[in-house]
């Protein structure tokens, strides 16, 4: 993408962000334009070319997720993940899959008891439909991403405009946040997770995205600012993103962020000539300068409270017992559970209603890991098996994708802080299946040049 055509989807996604601040109702019309423009999208352009544009799609739709939600966008809770699923669909039905991915079939079809003994186990709390959907959504949402993300060969710079398109409408919801709490300091209230500074939303939701969008700019600030301008603008979006995520006073998400891109950056630089490792080393002073800055702010603007939150202190510099906020007890009556019925489970969606049966505490865990083991049982112990082993089995083969780890590691560490509550840890994962190919040179080989370069 051309320099003056960025900075135009850049300040087109700004307005964006004001608009529906200014006129809330927009929201939902934001969302329909977003389904109408993708699905014309996909289906005009030819078979050979539409597998990159169903990935840009769901990256868009995962990027706009947790903004619809909270700006009141979405027609239904779980819309952006089943736009996530029609798209992906859409794909795999009108387009040939390369290879076989029978690990993520295999996956799929283990989810099916879970289903079945929660029917059998049905009581008056139980909203079969409704558990499913909310419990289900997000895992059979990566399992469907799988299928159509296995071994797929993408571009080196089609997997650039997969990320930025996950990252646009980030630049809308930052926006909003802004201007719905221009001055952070009047909604601190003490070292909790800040809802206000959040949109009024879910903060640990917030945080997730925010992160993403914090390494999406990160990756962009290393390799595609070529210029002094593009430098500066990707600069300024990835601080205005970290600011925006640090004071959510939600950790997860920002934690992530910086696990994903030390682990970026380490296999960048691993893989460029020493030309490039110097040019990299140079930007690291300057990316570590920009952080230091952005942290030095936040912890004005919330009268140094946020120090206190990541050294786990509450108001008054008092350490806190449980640096888990309470999810280690949810994660050990969980795994309880799981020892308890360890072949089928209690059964989908069940775990919260004997959790308020037997404890009286209406709260969820957060974790996947737990949350499958204790609904799935056995079934659920080789489903996340083969989550976890697949895409690092299919690393060993292919070393091509260079955000693999990256990737991974925000899948992983977000369905141990905010489950799959969104779409956004379903589809990472999918693109941590991809196999990237650089440009052919006219004798066939492959030529990573473009890593080397700006």
């Given at each position: 993408?051309?320099?003056?055509?960025?900075?135009?989807?850049?300040?087109?996604?700004?307005?964006?962000?004001?608009?529906?601040?200014?006129?809330?109702?927009?929201?939902?019309?934001?969302?329909?334009?977003?389904?109408?423009?993708?699905?014309?999208?996909?289906?005009?352009?030819?078979?050979?070319?539409?597998?990159?544009?169903?990935?840009?799609?769901?990256?868009?739709?995962?990027?706009?997720?947790?903004?619809?939600?909270?700006?009141?966008?979405?027609?239904?809770?779980?819309?952006?993940?089943?736009?996530?699923?029609?798209?992906?669909?859409?794909?795999?039905?009108?387009?040939?899959?390369?290879?076989?991915?029978?690990?993520?079939?295999?996956?799929?079809?283990?989810?099916?008891?879970?289903?079945?003994?929660?029917?059998?186990?049905?009581?008056?709390?139980?909203?079969?439909?409704?558990?499913?959907?909310?419990?289900?959504?997000?895992?059979?949402?990566?399992?469907?991403?799988?299928?159509?993300?296995?071994?797929?060969?993408?571009?080196?710079?089609?997997?650039?405009?997969?990320?930025?398109?996950?990252?646009?409408?980030?630049?809308?919801?930052?926006?909003?946040?802004?201007?719905?709490?221009?001055?952070?300091?009047?909604?601190?209230?003490?070292?909790?997770?800040?809802?206000?500074?959040?949109?009024?939303?879910?903060?640990?939701?917030?945080?997730?995205?925010?992160?993403?969008?914090?390494?999406?700019?990160?990756?962009?600030?290393?390799?595609?600012?070529?210029?002094?301008?593009?430098?500066?603008?990707?600069?300024?979006?990835?601080?205005?993103?970290?600011?925006?995520?640090?004071?959510?006073?939600?950790?997860?998400?920002?934690?992530?962020?910086?696990?994903?891109?030390?682990?970026?950056?380490?296999?960048?630089?691993?893989?460029?000539?020493?030309?490039?490792?110097?040019?990299?080393?140079?930007?690291?002073?300057?990316?570590?300068?920009?952080?230091?800055?952005?942290?030095?702010?936040?912890?004005?603007?919330?009268?140094?409270?946020?120090?206190?939150?990541?050294?786990?202190?509450?108001?008054?510099?008092?350490?806190?017992?449980?640096?888990?906020?309470?999810?280690?007890?949810?994660?050990s009556f969980e795994l309880d559970e799981f020892f308890k019925n360890p072949v089928l489970g209690v059964g989908v969606g069940k775990i919260k209603e004997l959790r308020q049966q037997n404890e009286g505490i209406e709260a969820a865990s957060h974790n996947e890991m737990s949350r499958i083991l204790s609904e799935h049982g056995l079934f659920g112990l080789i489903a996340l098996l083969i989550l976890l082993a697949a895409p690092l089995l299919l690393r060993v083969k292919n070393k091509s994708n260079i955000f693999f780890y990256s990737l991974y590691i925000f899948w992983f560490f977000t369905i141990n802080h905010s489950s799959m509550r969104i779409a956004?840890?379903?589809?990472?994962?999918?693109?941590?299946?991809?196999?990237?190919?650089?440009?052919?040179?006219?004798?066939?080989?492959?030529?990573?040049?473009?890593?080397?370069?700006?």
């Amino acid at each position: 993408m051309k320099s003056f055509n960025y900075i135009k989807i850049i300040v087109l996604h700004v307005l964006i962000g004001f608009l529906i601040h200014t006129f809330s109702g927009l929201s939902k019309v934001y969302l329909l334009v977003i389904f109408i423009y993708f699905t014309n999208e996909i289906f005009k352009v030819k078979p050979s070319q539409r597998a990159i544009k169903v990935l840009i799609a769901c990256s868009y739709v995962v990027g706009a997720e947790v903004f619809l939600r909270m700006t009141g966008g979405n027609f239904l809770y779980e819309a952006s993940k089943y736009l996530v699923i029609l798209f992906t669909l859409m794909g795999i039905l009108t387009i040939n899959l390369t290879k076989q991915p029978i690990p993520y079939i295999v996956y799929i079809f283990l989810l099916i008891p879970g289903i079945l003994v929660a029917g059998f186990n049905i009581t008056e709390e139980t909203t079969i439909r409704t558990a499913i959907a909310f419990n289900l959504s997000g895992p059979i949402c990566l399992g469907i991403v799988s299928i159509f993300c296995y071994k797929r060969q993408v571009l080196y710079d089609n997997m650039h405009k997969i990320l930025l398109y996950m990252a646009l409408p980030l630049i809308a919801m930052t926006t909003y946040l802004f201007f719905f709490t221009p001055d952070i300091r009047e909604t601190i209230t003490g070292t909790g997770s800040n809802f206000a500074a959040s949109g009024g939303f879910g903060p640990n939701q917030v945080s997730t995205v925010l992160g993403l969008g914090m390494f999406v700019f990160s990756v962009r600030f290393f390799m595609l600012s070529p210029t002094l301008t593009l430098k500066i603008i990707n600069g300024l979006l990835l601080a205005a993103m970290s600011f925006r995520g640090i004071v959510t006073f939600s950790r997860g998400g920002v934690i992530t962020a910086l696990f994903m891109i030390a682990a970026f950056i380490y296999f960048y630089f691993k893989k460029v000539n020493v030309k490039a490792k110097f040019r990299i080393s140079r930007m690291v002073l300057i990316f570590a300068s920009l952080g230091l800055l952005v942290w030095l702010y936040s912890s004005i603007q919330t009268s140094g409270l946020i120090e206190n939150r990541y050294a786990n202190k509450d108001a008054l510099g008092r350490e806190k017992e449980d640096i888990s906020t309470g999810r280690t007890d949810l994660i050990s009556f969980e795994l309880d559970e799981f020892f308890k019925n360890p072949v089928l489970g209690v059964g989908v969606g069940k775990i919260k209603e004997l959790r308020q049966q037997n404890e009286g505490i209406e709260a969820a865990s957060h974790n996947e890991m737990s949350r499958i083991l204790s609904e799935h049982g056995l079934f659920g112990l080789i489903a996340l098996l083969i989550l976890l082993a697949a895409p690092l089995l299919l690393r060993v083969k292919n070393k091509s994708n260079i955000f693999f780890y990256s990737l991974y590691i925000f899948w992983f560490f977000t369905i141990n802080h905010s489950s799959m509550r969104i779409a956004a840890p379903a589809f990472v994962y999918g693109l941590c299946l991809l196999s990237i190919q650089y440009k052919a040179k006219p004798k066939g080989k492959i030529d990573k040049t473009k890593l080397n370069r700006h």
